[in-house]
């Protein structure tokens, strides 16, 4: 009896020795995992390829700076493709893995899909870029004030357009679209040279290159020469028009002027890789302000307008250049400011 009772405690202490140690090495050994979600595709998309950048770059920099006997942090990408109805399906299902200490993503429709999430799974933090909450502490935001950004560049359709007609082709209607990008793109196309006009065109989608293309000939058609594509995919149906009835185009997201050079006469974008990357090494060192959203734009150093590409200086009149030039230097020291619309 005496001995079985010997057995059973040595087992049992065993078994507890087993269960610490492993409890205790499962705390040392694993790293920071974090899922990049991405609501669409990154191809065509440069705000989605820039999150997964700067995510990654935050990355490798704090694991080159880990001591030996840390473990690495480890990035999982996620594409949730095109189908807007799956988004919450799939964010749910990454949440409930259980796996990420963080779901990084980037779209202002996000943090409405992941707040029931919250309180599904009360570990689950998500970071949200191009999208603001306040108030749910497992939420962080950076929301970019994009006025600047739609002004230059209608600004600089608007001084390029002979026929003083400019168009927005969208992928679709979002508030940001409607209250910012769109009417901020038009007032700075028609403060450019008064009369100026600013048509806009819905694709549906963010990848049908082909009703790209056939909005880009209907609004030529009409007499527009110089269109902002903000649709993803279906901009390279736009190019193809563009290039085809030699009319231009504004680039918007990344530094796109490669992409069609004479066609394409400005970039301007949001550095989402830089933002993505200073968050994720906000939260890799716990520096995160959960609950709040952090407003960055132009003014902040987070919208570029590119001048200094050679197809810019190429494609770009002097005279043209210099108005942007003042533009750009009146809105960095105050002396203009953009009104409310
Ligand atoms: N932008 C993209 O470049 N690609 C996309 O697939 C994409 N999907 C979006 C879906 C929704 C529901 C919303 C609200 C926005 C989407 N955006 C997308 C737009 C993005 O948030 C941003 O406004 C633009 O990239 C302009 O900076």
Redesign the pocket.
């Known amino acids: 009896m005496k001995s079985i009772f010997k057995t059973f405690l040595t087992v049992a202490s065993a078994l507890f020795m087993l269960f610490s140690l492993g409890a205790c090495s499962k705390k040392v050994s694993e790293g920071t995992s974090i899922a990049v979600f991405i609501?669409?595709?990154m191809a065509?998309?440069?705000?989605?390829a820039n999150l997964a950048k700067g995510v990654q770059e935050a990355v490798e920099e704090y694991n080159n700076s880990l001591s030996q006997d840390k473990r690495p942090a480890q990035v999982f990408v996620m594409e949730a493709g095109?189908n807007?109805a799956e988004?919450s399906t799939k964010l749910t299902s990454l949440a409930a893995t259980g796996t990420y200490d963080v779901i990084i993503s980037?779209?202002?429709?996000l943090p409405e899909i992941a707040e029931p999430l919250t309180k599904t799974f009360p570990s689950q933090k998500f970071l949200f870029l191009?999208?603001s909450m306040e108030g749910n502490s497992n939420i962080a935001c950076i929301s970019?004030n994009?006025k600047e950004?739609s002004y230059l560049t209608g600004y600089i359709a608007g001084l390029f357009s002979k026929s003083h007609k400019v168009g927005l082709i969208a992928?679709?209607e979002?508030?940001?679209?409607n209250n910012i990008?769109y009417p901020y793109y038009a007032r700075g196309a028609a403060d450019a040279v008064s009369g100026t006009t600013c048509e806009f065109r819905i694709v549906g989608n963010?990848?049908d290159a082909a009703k790209g293309a056939e909005l880009a000939d209907a609004l030529y058609s009409i007499g527009v020469d110089v269109i902002l594509p903000?649709?993803?995919?279906a901009s390279q149906g736009v190019i193809s028009s563009a290039t085809e009835h030699k009319i231009n185009l504004n680039w918007?997201?990344e530094n796109g002027f490669a992409k069609a050079p004479g066609v394409i006469i400005s970039s301007c974008?949001?550095k989402?890789a830089l933002a993505a990357k200073e968050a994720t090494a906000q939260f890799l060192t716990g520096g995160t302000k959960w609950g709040s959203t952090k407003v960055v734009g132009f003014s902040e150093g987070y919208v570029e307008f590119i001048t200094d590409d050679e197809l810019y200086q190429k494609t770009v009149h002097d005279s043209i250049k210099e108005k942007m030039n003042s533009l750009i230097a009146s809105l960095r020291d105050g002396s203009f400011s953009l009104p409310e619309l």
């Open positions: 609501p669409g595709i065509d998309s440069p705000i989605y095109t807007q988004w980037s779209n202002p429709s191009d999208a970019y994009q950004q992928a679709q979002y508030p940001v679209m990008l963010w990848y903000i649709c993803g995919g918007f997201d974008m949001a989402q």
